[in-house]
């Protein structure tokens, strides 16, 4: 055996063992959101369920499971995350992401929805 045959079984076993164990994928942000998508977590650092909001979906009231429990999100848009009682919104823009986003604002445990584009686009709180 030469050496070229023997580095490419190396890389070879060294690539096998790394997508058993996840290692290139198991970082959500290092592949990110597609355009136009944001995940939300139940969880902290990207764990727990999954929800995947579209733009074309437009408002959305977020479902029971992640209504005041968005704990981690990646974004591949521009959304508004709102609070309707208070009213409060934060901007988020396409390629941001934050591994525990509930602990740092507490924003994502009294998050109620998402609207694509800018906060400036909210016109009245619903009924």
């Known amino acids: 055996m030469n050496i070229r045959n023997s580095l490419i079984l190396i890389i070879s076993i060294i690539f096998v ?10 970082d959500p942000t290092c592949v990110g959101a597609p355009d136009g998508q944001v995940y939300i977590f139940s969880s ?14 437009g408002y959305l009231s977020l479902p029971d499971g992640f209504r005041n429990n968005v704990q981690s ?20 823009t396409a390629g941001e992401s934050h591994r525990n ?20 686009n909210i016109v009245c709180t619903p009924k």
């Open 17 to 26: 063992f790394s997508m058993i164990k996840g290692g290139l994928t198991s």
């Open 44 to 57: 902290w650092d990207f764990q727990g369920e999954r929800y995947v909001y579209n733009i074309s979906q």
């Open 73 to 92: 999100y990646i974004s591949g848009a521009d959304v508004c995350f709102v609070k309707w009682y208070p009213s409060e919104q934060y901007q988020i």
């Open 101 to 120: 986003y509930a602990a740092l604002t507490n924003f994502g445990q009294r998050m109620d929805a998402i609207i694509p584009g800018n906060c400036s």
